[in-house]
């Protein structure tokens, strides 16, 4: 055993001199990509956002954001629904003010702020067969994380159904465009648009939160359904995911969302009517989740379309995050793509990310049928009174 471990790290010691060796002097900082033309036709989009205590960010750099974006893209082209629940900071007075701003500019949109909080929600009694609570190993019926935040995203695409019912190109929309409360530009969301000339069913952009080590792990699956096997770059186990990401083109994943992303909207307009959800209490039961955000792609019916990364559009959650990845500042580095070299090598040699046997050992007696196997992990997760909680 000894030795087999020996052995190994020599081989990683090895083949990590040799790709330094070899890669260091090419190394460059890679260009961005060129500004979106300003002629450029987007179709007709519908904007979607959650919020919860994003009152900081929303004064900051979303509102100001948004603003823009639907300016650029132009008022008669837009749609914009927004949900808010349950902030115990001032983010309803920030959203407020946002309403205020959109409704100068004359744009179609519904913004909802709910009183409902995390308490009230978890206080409650559940209706008789209510999906979504399950018994936690201390012993009481508890609200799932998940299923409550599927709810909170079908929310905001109500006016999808209820614009179709009027007729006419109000209810007709080309692109679903999710935002989370990040730190975006208006080229970064016209960017990430256009990705592959649309051709996708889905194209989502890279998140970080205070450094370059990227965040939505529960969400993203490479082509061949793994998650991600390191947050530094370039984040991917060998493969055509890891490939693309390094030649800076659109990298082909099974699923992610990291912060905003685009869909073809015509899975969520009639008839398929493609919402989020999560696994039933059946499976959740078994101590195994996945995320709404990653199980949505294995339910879209154009999913054959192609999910796509696109390395150009990085966004943020914090301000340190933002400046140290943003457009313009040559992000990955030279050296950033040397340590990437490094842990690709790395990962290749302790075979990472290894498949999760517990997980499929509990889905084998569970005994169902679940499309979005590849979005599953081993946990529980349940809602709080200021968040969510790991059992």
């Not at 256009?194 to 952009?205: K, L, M, P, Q, V």
């Amino acid at each position: 055993m000894i030795r087999r471990r020996c052995s190994r790290l020599t081989l990683l010691s090895l083949l990590t001199c040799t790709f330094l060796f070899f890669n260091l002097p090419t190394l460059r900082p890679l260009p961005p990509p060129p500004s979106p033309s300003p002629s450029l036709d987007t179709g007709r989009i519908f904007i979607a956002s959650n919020h919860w205590n994003s009152e900081s960010i929303l004064r900051s750099h979303w509102s100001d954001a948004v603003t823009r974006l639907i300016t650029r893209l132009g008022v008669e082209n837009v749609y914009f629904s927004l949900y808010e629940s349950g902030s115990w900071d001032n983010t309803k007075g920030a959203l407020r003010e946002l309403d205020e701003r959109l409704e100068k500019l004359g744009v179609e949109r519904r913004v909802i702020l709910e009183e409902t909080t995390h308490a009230d929600e978890i206080s409650r009694t559940p209706r008789v067969g209510e999906e979504g609570w399950i018994v936690t190993p201390r012993g009481r019926k508890e609200l799932r994380r998940i299923p409550y935040l599927a709810r909170a995203r079908n929310r905001v695409l109500e006016p999808l159904l209820e614009l179709q019912a009027g007729g006419g190109r109000n209810g007709s929309f080309d692109r679903l465009l999710f935002l989370n409360d990040v730190i975006f530009t208006v080229e970064d969301a016209l960017n990430l648009l256009i990705t592959r000339n649309g051709e996708y069913s889905a194209a989502c952009s890279l998140d970080f939160l205070d450094s370059t080590k990227f965040y939505d792990t529960f969400a993203l699956r490479d082509i061949n359904g793994r998650p991600a096997a390191s947050l530094s770059y370039p984040f991917f186990a060998s493969g055509p995911s890891r490939d693309a990401l390094l030649a800076n083109l659109p990298v082909p994943v099974r699923s992610c969302w990291n912060g905003m992303v685009a869909f073809d909207a015509a899975p969520f307009l009639p008839p398929s009517n493609l919402r989020f959800r999560g696994v039933p209490d059946s499976l959740a039961k078994w101590h195994v989740e996945g995320s709404e955000c990653c199980l949505v792609h294995y339910d879209n019916p154009v999913s054959d379309k192609g999910v796509w990364l696109n390395p150009n559009v990085r966004v943020a959650y914090k301000a340190k995050g933002w400046e140290l990845v943003r457009r313009g500042v040559g992000w990955p580095g030279r050296w950033e793509r040397v340590r990437g070299g490094v842990v690709g090598v790395v990962t290749a040699v302790l075979r990472l990310p290894r498949g999760n046997g517990k997980v499929a050992g509990r889905i084998r007696e569970w005994g169902g049928s679940e499309p979005g196997v590849d979005c599953l992990i081993d946990e529980m997760q349940v809602l709080v009174d200021n968040g969510w909680k790991h059992l």
